[in-house]
């Protein structure tokens, strides 16, 4: 079992869609967690890091829900722009630090 | 301000030479990490570095992998003898503390020829 997993879509959504992403992790030991997009064949840019009150920023919410060990990503009023690849990172100090990414899950708008 | 920097952008090298990639973080960011990413794969973590030191190099797929940091800033990640299973995206990031967001280079595409 993968210690970060994430539904690899890809999911297909209209623009003007709401779209929940959930991403598990095992590691109990996971301090932080962030969320990053990647689009086709350009690095990872950060989208937001995750707080335990949960946060938003405009059409982004975070969650973390640290008894089950997910994090959740909701993107409201969906653009075509937000067609990428969405990486879900936790980062877990066990004697050293380690970022460990997911394999992304995919969106694609359609117009 | 000035992101992270990563140089060459694309390498083509033949199997069995030495490669050196260089990572300009951004100014002031103690934590730097190196990853790489093959293609349609997701990041493998590879190294990071608190200042100059990196406490955890388990992450080095092979000894032919190592990397340093000078000076609290540059860093260069070297593959002795490369191998066409080598070939992938090698990115950077930096943060200015660890265990914060990371900032990611726009990455040098390497490939094995």
């Known amino acids: 079992r993968k210690e970060v997993e994430q539904d690899p879509g890809p999911f297909n959504v209209p623009e003007g869609a709401t779209v929940a992403f959930n991403c598990t992790y095992s590691n109990s030991a996971s301090q932080s967690f962030f969320w990053y997009r990647q689009d086709c064949r350009k690095e990872p840019k950060l989208l937001m890091s995750?707080?335990?009150s949960g946060n938003e920023d405009g059409r982004f919410t975070a969650q973390l829900n640290r008894a089950s060990q997910y994090i959740s990503l909701l993107i409201r009023d969906s653009k075509l722009s937000d067609s990428a690849t969405y990486l879900c990172?936790?980062?877990?100090?066990?004697?050293?630090?380690?970022?460990?990414f997911g394999t992304g899950t995919r969106l694609k708008v359609l117009a | 301000g000035a992101g992270v920097s990563q140089s060459p952008s694309n390498k083509v090298t033949e199997k069995g030479k030495d490669v050196e990639l260089r990572c300009d973080p951004i100014s002031g960011h103690t934590a730097l990490y190196w990853y790489r990413q093959s293609l349609g794969q997701g990041l493998e973590f590879l190294i990071y570095?608190?200042?100059?030191?990196?406490?955890?190099k388990s992450g080095l797929p092979s000894d032919r992998f190592s990397a340093e940091r000078t000076g609290g800033s540059v860093s260069t990640l070297t593959i002795q003898r490369t191998q066409q299973e080598d070939s992938a995206v090698y990115l950077c990031?930096?943060?200015?503390?660890?265990?914060?967001?990371?900032?990611f280079g726009p990455g040098t595409r390497l490939t094995v020829l």
């Open positions: 570095f608190q200042g100059n030191s990196a406490p955890d």
């Open positions: 990172v936790v980062n877990r100090t066990s004697g050293t630090y380690k970022y460990i």
């Open positions: 995750v707080y335990s």
């Open positions: 990031a930096s943060s200015l503390f660890l265990a914060i967001e990371q900032f």
